[in-house]
């Protein structure tokens, strides 16, 4: 199965946390709160059985170009010939997007056996995912 979300990646930051009386509560900052509740909700409209078996995962994270390059290095990362090598790592966009599509396309992440995930910059950001059940 294949799936394109049109969406800009985001990656998962460090959690916040605040005091509750003698407590602690952990909580997303909001710009990765609300990234995942709109990945969550593109999902569902795919309207998708969760996969109950092991899962290899490939994923590709498209995101957009920085605006303060020349025309000439613009194509040259649009065509792939430079791939996205600053922040935010693979690994953060990673965990951010499983985290939202837990429920939704699997049970739970912890059914992912392979996982490989690939950086690209375009002028269309998005998410594609390609699952296959053991």
């Known amino acids: 199965m ?68 020349s025309k000439k290095e613009h194509l040259r990362r649009t065509t792939g010939h430079v791939r996205p090598i600053v922040k935010p790592d693979t690994d953060n966009y990673i965990k951010s997007t499983l985290d939202a599509l837990n429920g939704i396309l699997w049970r739970d992440d912890a059914q992912i056996v392979d996982l490989t995930a690939h950086k690209f910059y375009s002028d269309n950001p998005r998410i594609e995912i390609k699952l296959e059940e053991y």
């Open 2 to 69: 294949r799936l394109v979300f049109e969406i800009e990646p985001v990656a998962q930051a460090r959690p916040r946390a605040v005091r509750i009386g003698r407590g602690v509560r952990m909580y997303d900052p909001k710009k990765t709160a609300d990234f995942k509740k709109q990945l969550h909700l593109l999902a569902l409209a795919k309207h998708v059985t969760p996969l109950q078996e092991a899962l290899s995962v490939e994923i590709w994270f498209y995101r957009a170009v920085q605006k303060s390059i």
